[in-house]
């Protein structure tokens, strides 16, 4: 007697792993937490790593710098180790002490550390970098949210104003703020931070356009929830992305118009350890003390490089059309 059970088809191996392999990518994923999900997205990019690690490495710096030279000691001049070459071992006056001491990235016009006036000015850009972001985000993005959720003559308002202040460049435009107000380290920060605001009023706008009518907001409109409510808690969470991506775009781009404006002797002062005043005390001297110019300048070619790497890594991993 015939059997009626049919037979199992032919299944070839290789789509039965594929099978299996696509279905734990999908337990995987779907075990990853949002952060989780992130990293996995953002690790892919080699070159946003390594940006990651140069800057952790500056931040450190900048955090531990008076563990390594003492704040004191980079003011400090030693005229008689002046153009100090890198590696050079010479004896210092400290504290009413001859002490020997290694210069390994060599000596400046007075003597003073290259490497500690470098980590010192680490912190210096640093600072500059983060707080000129955070002061842009803040009242940036509360006017783009602003305009971007009301719309109408407050809207118009806001837009032309951020549309005056792209037509000026950035950098002339924080000159004449700086020229006004005097070059100080407080100043600096100011001028920075406004000239910054006008990108982030539009990125903000524009994503609160795209968010405010989707129908969670609608959701909780509905039951109740007031304007200030739906725009910190619903709308301006949901459009942090770009704006992620912009501030660490931004930080880059402010810290090197902080070096600018201390090149061209705006910024902070000497004897201040300052990538851009080390870089304008040092440019007289390029032939006969190059070591001097080339070392700051390495030191803002990497952290600015960096930041920008990190800032593609995430664009990459943020964006969602780019989920898989």
């Given amino acids: 007697m015939a059997s009626n059970a049919q037979k199992p088809e032919h299944t070839h191996p290789g789509s039965l792993i594929a099978d ?7 337990a995987v994923r779907q075990d990853r937490s949002a952060f989780g999900e992130f990293w996995h997205r953002f690790k892919k990019n080699k070159l946003a790593v390594i940006g990651l690690v140069v800057v952790v490495l500056y931040i450190l710096l900048a955090v531990f710098a008076d563990l390594f030279y003492s704040e004191d000691f980079i ?3 030693q005229i008689s180790n002046a153009f100090a070459s890198p590696g050079t071992v010479a004896d210092i006056d400290w504290n009413d002490e001859i002490k020997p001491h290694r210069y390994i990235l060599g000596a400046d016009n007075f003597g003073r550390d290259v490497l500690g006036r470098i980590i010192h000015g680490a912190r210096v850009s640093m600072i500059i970098g983060f707080v000129t972001v955070i002061f842009s985000i803040i009242v940036g993005g509360g006017l783009g949210a602003l305009a971007g959720y009301y719309g109408g003559v407050l809207e118009t308002i ?4 951020a ?4 037509a000026i460049p950035n950098v002339l435009f ?13 100043n600096l920060l100011l001028a920075i931070g406004i000239t910054a605001i006008p990108t982030y009023v539009r990125i903000v706008r524009a994503s609160v356009l795209t968010v405010k009518d989707q129908e969670f907001v609608e959701a909780a409109r509905a039951i ?3 304007d200030h409510r739906l725009i910190l ?3 301006l969470p949901n459009c942090m992305a770009p704006v992620i991506v912009q501030a660490t775009l931004g930080i880059a ?12 002797g705006l910024g902070i002062q000497p004897p201040s350890p300052e990538w851009g005043n080390m870089l304008s005390e040092a440019r007289q001297y390029i032939i006969s003390a190059p070591h001097t110019l080339i070392f700051p300048g390495l030191a803002i070619m990497t952290v600015i490089l960096a930041y920008n790497l990190i800032g593609d890594g995430l664009r990459d991993a943020l964006d969602p059309k780019l989920k898989r």
């Fill in 20 to 26: 299996v392999t696509d279905e734990e990518e999908i």
């Fill in 233 to 235: 808690f619903h709308v």
């Fill in 75 to 77: 003011l400090s001049n």
């Fill in 158 to 161: 806001i837009m032309r104003g």
């Fill in 253 to 264: 781009q402010n810290i090197l118009s902080a070096t600018f404006l201390s090149f061209l």
């Fill in 224 to 226: 109740g929830a007031r």
């Fill in 163 to 166: 549309d005056i202040l792209l």
């Fill in 174 to 186: 924080a000159m004449a703020i700086v020229a006004a107000l005097g070059p100080s380290f407080r």
